[in-house]
Structure formats: C-alpha cells, structure tokens
C-alpha cells in the first residue's frame, strides 16, 4: 500500500495573530469578555475627552493666557516657566553650570548601567568620589572664577535631584551598617542600632524635617551655622538610613545560614565573609525593596517645602499664585505628577532588568 503524504494545513485563524491573542487574554471566557468589555467602555468615554484635552485642543506656547483659547489645557503656562520649573531661582547665566552637572551624573550612569561599557569601576570611583566635589563646585561657585549661588536660589527640578541623589547616594551605605549593627552579637551595637532604627521610622519626614531645620542648630554653637539644605539632607539621609536598614537586614535574614559556615571554614575574617559572600548575595535578593525606598525618598523630597526650600512641586505651587496665571493649577499639576512619574518607572524598569541580569531568584 503506497501512503502520500497530506500537506500541513494552516492554523485556524482564531488561534494566531491578533485575534488569536484577543481571544486568549481579553476573551477567553464569559467574565472576561464582560470584564473587557466593561473597561473598555469606561476607557473610550474617559480617556477620549481627556485626551482631546491635554492634547487635541490644547495651547502649547504663549506669553500669557490670551494664547490659551482652543478651549483645551493651556500648556502654554508651563512652557513659559519652563526655566523656573526646572532652575527655581538659580541666575540664567548659571543655566549652564546646572545642566553640565546634570548631564555629567547622566553620562555616568549611563555608562553604568549599559551592560557592555568597559571600565565601570572606574567611573563608579569617579561618580562616588570626584563627582560630588566637581557638582558642588559647579552648582556653589566659589572657585574658578564661578560667581557663588546661595542654596536658597537652588529650586525646581535641579534642587529635586540634588536631595534624591544625595539622599540616596549617603542612605545606602548607612542602612548597610545600621542593618549589621542590628544582626551583630555586640549587645551595645546591637542596641544601637536596634534604637535609631526604631526611633526613626517611628516618626514622620515632615517632623524630621522640621527638627533638622529649627531644632538642630540648638544643639551646636553659635558660631556654627548649617545651611538649610544641609539641614534638609541630613534630616533625609538619617530618616532614610533607618528604613534602608531594614530592607537589608531582610536580605541578610533571607541567606542560608551554610553560607556563613562556608565564609568560617574558609577561614575568612566578619568584614571579608560580608563583603565578599555575604552582603553582594543579600542585596541583588532585595534588589526590589531597595529600588522601592529609593523612590519612597525621591516622592518624599517634595516635603523640603515646609522647611522653605522650593523643589518643583513648590516652584509649580507659587506660580499657581501668580494673578496673571490664574485658573491653570491643574494643568501644573499634571506637569509634577509626569515628571516624578517618569523618574519613578525609570527607576522601577530598571530594578526589573538588574533582576533578569542578576537571575535573583536562583
């Protein structure tokens, strides 16, 4: 008996492409069918009126509010104070100091973060050690011919990133040494830190920030004056080392107690076992807690407005108060939440990828 073989018949349309993947996520059964169909009705008489807002009959550029008459958002009132938002009260002739500090730590974490760029310790050298002195530097002024710039011009989008990446930055190897503070068999250590832990996260930001900027200079000499972003990023970095400390201290309990045996066997000293075994294995498990305190601090900057300092959320506040601005806080608004938002998933997406880079569930 002779056998011919039948050609390989396509794939049933409903299982491939577009609708195939409708049907298997949107459509799969009677509840989600419902379920998408009901979202998707709230969206389209939602998202279309919000959307011809913000963008189909919206003004973008004008010099004051009679070029906002389209009826839509008037973004016009930000493009006109785009400086301010992003310098605060900084001289426009120093615009550029603050966009070469800027564009210094971009180009080093950048460089950083892209997985294939060689020398990587060397600019994290650069980035922790020199850096700092070249942006304060660049942003004070003092030397070199740089007019000084008081900290209480600093403002906008600039002073946001100057608190986050400092706060940041300074937390994160203080939350490392309150954490094995807590863990350590040292009863005074242990106690410690065990007390600042606790007596910090037992009280909110804004009362910390209010102690850093009155309370703090009692309790130095006259003759010693803190400057008030000083005070603020002090405040910051203490509030948030505590915080910081838990995270790791989780990591620290999530490793195997055979690896401590291992570090002891080897005959390695406390400080070489945690550096080298124990600490590099307990911060890629807690990569997300740590990611997610970072953007904790970076939304909390926006409280240095109690103590005076005008961050963007501050800066957008005032020119809401402005009489020939009048009516387009919202659109201020939208503006802050856009770009807190952009830095917070910018962050989040990259935790994620550090965890696929890192494989931190094996």
Known sequence: MKYELQPMLPAPSSTTGLLGWLKRNLF???????????????????????????????????????????????WAFITNRMDQFMYGFYPETGYWRINATLFLFAAAVTW??????????????????????IGFYLLYGGSFGLEVVDTHKWGGLSLTLVLAVIGIVAAMPFG???????????????????????????????????????????????????????????????????YMAEVIRGGLQAIPKGQYEAADALGLTYWKSMLLIIMPQALKLMIPGI??????????????????????????QSANSDTDWLGYSTEGYIFVAFVFWIFC???????QNLEKRLKTGY
Do not use: H
């Open 28 to 74: 799969s059964n009677v509840k989600n069918s419902i379920a998408t169909l009901l979202i998707g009705y709230f969206l389209i008489t939602l998202l279309g009126p919000a959307l011809q807002w913000a963008f189909i009959d919206s003004d973008w550029f004008g010099d004051s509010p009679a070029a906002c008459t389209s009826g839509g958002a008037c």
């Open 112 to 133: 950083m973060v892209i997985e294939k760029t060689p020398y990587k310790g060397y600019v994290a050298f650069f980035t922790l050690f020199i850096y700092p002195i």
């Open 176 to 242: 490392i040494l309150l954490a094995l503070g807590r863990r350590s068999e040292m009863p005074i250590v242990k106690a410690f830190s065990v007390i600042y832990i606790e007596f910090w996260r037992g009280v909110p930001l804004i009362t910390v920030l209010f102690m850093a900027s009155v309370m703090l200079p009692l309790f130095v000499s006259e003759e010693i004056t803190f400057d008030k972003l000083l005070r603020a990023l002090i405040g910051i970095i203490l509030f948030q080392s505590a």
């Open 291 to 316: 990611v997610n305190t970072f953007i904790a601090l970076f939304k909390d900057t926006s409280l240095v407005l109690i103590i005076g300092l005008f961050d963007i959320l501050a800066i957008v």
């Open 345 to 351: 998933f910018g962050m989040s997406r990259y935790s």
